[in-house]
């Protein structure tokens, strides 16, 4: 596993300069603690103050963040076969690439999206605790699914970005999902993060119940890359990182400024999609 340091915009890789990739930030030293080589002792210390449990349900396990077996039963994850499109499930494999009906109708502005889960059961539970329940420590082991279920897309990537908050939700919630995942993604992976390139211009409301215009309306104008970034998105091959998608039209329209940006391609990965199979 690459090892990284933590700026504030972005996990970058240990030996990468910034002649290397385009992303250049000087990285922060590493934390007294680990130059001194104290880590692992920090690490003994929590261990037995905070012995490794099941993140769904506290009983004990061998390893920390990790499932027991009837959690893992509960969450609802996405196997093959499923749309090469939008991840959703599908009914039947006939061991070719297939397309859902939902994507050909209304095919998606990015190439591909990947899902650890449907929205349901444990996975909705999981989102909830790190959204709303300020569980931090889950945006760990999620984003660790995550990179295995979107390896395909991953590895074919030079960007993680993650969707961003408008300044006042963040400033509300003092966190932002996406980029927790999205952090965890890249220290699995190795694949530099960049939470400053993508900003969110327009506070928008609830997409919930809203009909596929009034979606379309409500994310018009909400994303933008600053005029200065424009070199660090154009050639990219991107995966656009969120916790949940519903309908895709907030990732959709993210995939559209980084696409008029320059990017090479844009794919999204997520923890959850709410989609049913057929």
Known sequence: MTSTFETDALWWPVGVTGKDHPVSEVPKRAPFYRRIGLGHFFRSALDVLYPAACVGCNVPLGEAD?????????????????????????????????????????APVFGRARSVARYDDLARELVHRLKYGDRLELALPMGRWMARAGREVVNDATLIIPIPLHRRRYWGRRFNQAGLLAKSIGKQTGCPVAAHLLKRIKSTQSQVGLTRNERLKNLQGAFNVAAKHRRHIAGARIVLV?????????????????????????????????????
């Open 66 to 106: 990790g499932l027991c077996p009837a959690c893992w039963r509960q969450l609802p994850f996405i196997e093959k076969p499923y749309c090469e499109r939008l991840g959703t499930p599908l009914p039947a494999d006939f061991g070719l690439p297939l397309l859902s009906a939902a994507a050909i109708k209304d």
């Open 242 to 278: 969120d916790d949940v998608m519903t309908t895709a039209s907030t990732a959709n329209a993210a995939s559209r400024v980084l696409l008029r940006a320059g990017a090479a391609s844009v794919d999204v990965l997520v923890f959850a999609c709410v989609a049913k199979a057929g």
